[in-house]
């Protein structure tokens, strides 16, 4: 018997190639991520090494398999040699010409910083977990498009997030294979003398955290990734960049002090050291990165090159000029940390030398009824650190300033300063190449005149969508069948037991995907509800349906991995396994044939526990139709022809009656409306009542699932707002400085604010709609001035007990001072519509800086 004896290396390291002249062109289309939503640079590395390139498609590991030889004979072919100026130029273009930022935006942020812990841009960048990661990957690819000056900051995980492979008997089992930086997509920050730009946080009781800079192009987008792994360092300061989402509360937290402090301190590197412009506006991509706040008043207070502020004003300056964004609609989702924790990494030679720890403190204190005064939540300080917020669907904006509420409580619902962005994708990525072409083909842009889109749509041939969608099933069926071996391979299954898999899927049958992470709350196996029925789906002999599932439980989710398990079970059956597949290792590269190659787009999570979802918006630009729960996006966009929703049982108490209820209802939906639809055909062997619910989603949806949309919307409602509030204070730091010493002044005084007495004339109690209702309210403002205060009428539909319903609200009119501090305010409105009114008069605070009634959480209501 041979033994085969593997050596390791003492000393590992990359060599690049060196490209002839006229080839060199390849280093630098590799370099820029461009490439992975740009067909034309794709198939220029795809002539270089095919094989490699189906492997992997991967530029960095292409140009490194092939051989010397190779090279030069590409540099000797006019053929490919042009193909390569085409597309050099092409990048060149992009990346100097002016967009819509450009074009369009008047005097807007110079640059804008985007935190978040995970971007998801290609699969050979692997540092992204799921939606969250793609989300951001989208968001800084609009950005580009658009021209937008955003520029990202994350980290980079030696590990990514992880591997995930099945055992024999179906669970999940996680690997974390080391991503060496040099055969990434990825170039070091140097300083000039060409050592590496590194930034350094200081450590309780240790030496300081010091991480490298890495920079990714995302297109027109630079994304900055800091790595603790440096020569030298200790194993547990290498060990804080490790993977993502991984070890206890102490390793996240210096994760997150890393991303927050260590990335405005990397901004200010690549400032210095590129010349970019300082950003002016800070977008923090969920609570991860709140810390960047902390960093940026010591900035003010501390190390400012200017006149230093002081803690208060420093904090207006940073809060006029930030932006967070919630993506989680659960209390479980958010990041609490103990308080003593923050107390070690705060103290006053910690990670913000300067910046009080009390003041810390206080920012993360979750001091409303039912907080824990034991813990630090982040995304409450990353409320009370940023003067504008949102949600990422409508919905989850409802759901957010519900659940944030206790930080704003004298407010109604509606009035909290959570506002809602829904989130979008990116078109360009996730759009099958036949798909596009398409499109382009008929002269429409989804991102143009959505009349003109619906237009040319409309002459679209429905033989030829209908021969796209059965090219896309196909190819998502063999790349399916490839996978399910390589995965049944791994369980140690022996080739011969394997030949069911040629048979697996049929590019014929009406095909479901269901893919994304697996929390409890998003119920992967609610499709099992009633095996038996689903048997009967599956293998029904006239309208047979096929199952594609794919996710990733967190490797510390146990009851996640049994979700996984018992779908697998079900899967590995004999009787149904061609007709229903679990593919492991969900990710980029997988769902680049998976969305196009379904029919229909299944999410059916307890709502309103999805924040907004962008699956289904990527299947719905490739032709599918969504089967949802009302919940996300889908509740805001939903047309009743675009697709089907799942009815919703969230009024029940007892979750199983639930899930029997919603499952129930799935099955039906699939039994008697979709399946029959799909296979309802015409003489010609077309599903024309199908094809003509696929047209009207692309007409509904496609301009709206947009990350250029959303992307605009951030600019437009926020980006724009935020730099306008920050130019305000940040010019000689006078107007912080009032604003603090304002905001002081109104929150000590407001204890003699009180509204004593509304007179009205006008109309008696059966008014008549036009009659004139004028009031005149007289208030005490103790200390306070009225030019501090804003008095207004509110009124509206009255309801229940003399509950104001949709209020408007208009201002009155200081009219007469009294002694004491008291005013007569006086105005009044035209009782414009029939039915039960009422009206009352509050007070609120009012300053030219404040960006919502609310800001202060003040008010006062007779």
Not at 534 to 552: F, M, N, S, T, Y
Not at 739 to 750: D, N, S, Y
Request: proline share 6%; net charge negative; glycine share 8%.
């Amino acid at each position: 018997m041979h033994y085969r004896v593997r050596m390791r290396a003492i000393r590992r390291f990359t060599v690049r190639p060196v490209l002839p002249a006229p080839i060199a062109a390849l280093g630098s289309l590799a370099g820029n991520l461009r490439w992975s939503w740009h067909p034309a640079t794709q198939d220029v590395f795809a002539e270089v090494a095919p094989d490699a390139w189906a492997a992997t498609h991967d530029p960095v590991h292409v140009l490194g398999s092939v051989s010397r030889e190779r090279l030069e004979e590409l540099a000797g072919d006019d053929g490919f040699l042009a193909r390569l100026g085409q597309a050099e130029a092409s990048l060149e273009r992009y990346l100097a010409e002016d967009r819509w930022y450009q074009r369009q935006v008047a005097d807007g942020p110079r640059a804008i910083a985007y935190f978040s812990p995970e971007f998801g841009i290609t699969a050979v960048l692997p540092q992204y977990s799921g939606g969250l990661g793609i989300l951001a990957g989208d968001h800084l690819k609009a950005a580009s498009d658009l021209g937008v000056p955003i520029v990202g900051v994350g980290l980079l995980y030696r590990h990514g997030y992880f591997s995930q492979a099945l055992s024999r008997e179906g669970w999940q089992q996680e690997s974390y294979p080391l991503l060496d930086p040099d055969e990434l997509p990825i170039t070091a920050l140097r300083e000039p003398d060409g050592t590496p730009a590194t930034i350094s946080i200081a450590q309780p009781g240790d030496r300081d955290l010091v991480a490298r800079i890495w920079v990714a192009r995302v297109g027109r987008v630079p994304l900055l990734m800091l790595d603790t792994a440096v020569e030298g360092a200790p194993d547990h300061h290498v060990a804080v960049t490790d993977r993502l989402y991984g070890g206890n509360s102490e390793h996240r937290l210096r994760q997150e002090l890393l991303l927050g402090v260590g990335g405005v301190r990397a901004l200010r590197a690549y400032s210095r050291l590129t010349g970019a412009p300082v950003p002016e506006v800070y977008h923090t991509n969920e609570g991860h990165a709140g810390f960047q706040g902390l960093e940026r008043i010591r900035e003010l207070t501390v190390d400012a090159a200017g006149p230093r502020l002081d803690i208060d004003a420093a904090l207006e300056v940073c809060r006029a000029s930030t932006v967070f964004t919630t993506h989680t609609p659960v209390p479980a989702g958010i990041d609490r940390f103990p308080r003593t924790l923050i107390e070690q990494y705060f103290a006053s030679d910690g990670a913000t030398p300067g910046v009080p720890l009390d003041r810390v403190l206080a920012l993360g204190a979750e001091s409303y009824p039912g907080g824990d005064p034991g813990v630090f939540n982040m995304a409450v300080m990353g409320f009370r650190l940023a003067q504008r917020a949102n949600g990422v669907s409508q919905l989850h904006g409802h759901v957010s300033r519900e659940m944030f509420h206790g930080l704003w409580p004298a407010f109604d619902e509606a009035e909290v300063p959570i506002t809602s962005i829904t989130n979008g994708v990116h078109a360009p990525t996730w759009v099958a190449r036949e798909f596009q072409q398409l499109v382009a083909e008929l002269g429409a842009d989804p991102d143009g005149d959505p009349a003109e889109f619906a237009q040319a749509i409309d002459t679209a041939p429905s033989r030829r969508m209908w021969e796209l969608k059965r090219a896309m099933r196909e190819r998502l069926v063999l790349d399916a069948r490839d996978r399910l071996r390589a995965s049944w391979r791994k369980r140690g299954a022996a080739e011969a037991e394997l030949g069911w898999i040629d048979d697996a899927l049929d590019p014929d049958v009406l095909t479901i995907g269901f893919a994304r992470r697996v929390p409890s709350y998003k119920r992967l196996t609610l499709m099992l509800r009633d095996p038996a029925r689903l048997k009967r789906l599956l293998l029904d002999p006239e309208r047979p349906i096929q199952l594609v599932v794919a996710g990733k439980a967190h490797p510390a989710d146990d009851g996640g991995k049994k979700l996984i398990q018992d779908l697998v079970r079900f899967a590995d059956d004999p009787e149904v396994r061609h007709r229903i597949v679990f593919l492991p290792n969900y990710d980029i590269a997988m769902a680049l044939p998976l969305y196009p190659g379904c029919d229909v787009w299944l999410n059916n999570p307890l709502r309103p526990y999805e924040a907004c979802g962008t699956s289904g918006m990527k299947a719905a630009l490739n032709g599918g139709l969504n089967l949802s729960i009302l919940d996300g996006w889908w509740d805001e966009w939903f047309d009743g022809d675009n697709g089907w929703a799942i009815p919703s049982a969230d009024g029940l108490d007892d979750p199983d009656k639930r899930d029997d209820l919603e499952a129930a209802a799935l099955y039906d939906l699939v039994e008697r409306e979709i399946a029959p639809r799909f296979y309802d055909r015409d003489a010609d062997g077309l599903p024309i009542r199908w094809l003509e619910m696929v047209r009207h989603t692309l007409v509904s949806l496609a301009p709206k699932v947009l990350a250029t949309r959303m992307v605009r919307d951030y600019v437009t409602e926020l980006y724009a707002p935020a730099a306008t509030s920050g130019r305000a204070l940040d010019d000689g730091f006078a107007a912080a400085i009032d604003l603090a010493a304002w905001k002081a002044r109104v929150a000590a005084g407001w204890h003699a604010v009180r509204v004593e007495h509304v007179e009205s004339s006008g109309p008696g109690d059966a008014a008549e709609v036009g009659a004139e209702l004028s009031v005149r309210a007289f208030v005490a403002l103790g200390d306070l001035r009225p030019a501090d205060v804003a008095v207004q009428l509110v009124s509206g539909r009255a309801v229940g007990e003399d509950e104001i319903a949709d209020p408007t609200y208009t201002a009155l009119s200081a009219v007469e001072s009294y002694e004491g501090g008291r005013v007569c305010f006086a105005g009044g409105i035209t009782l414009d519509r029939s039915g039960a009114f009422g009206y009352t008069v509050r007070v609120v605070p009012q300053e030219e800086h404040l960006a919502s009634v609310a800001e202060l959480g003040l008010v006062a209501t007779a």
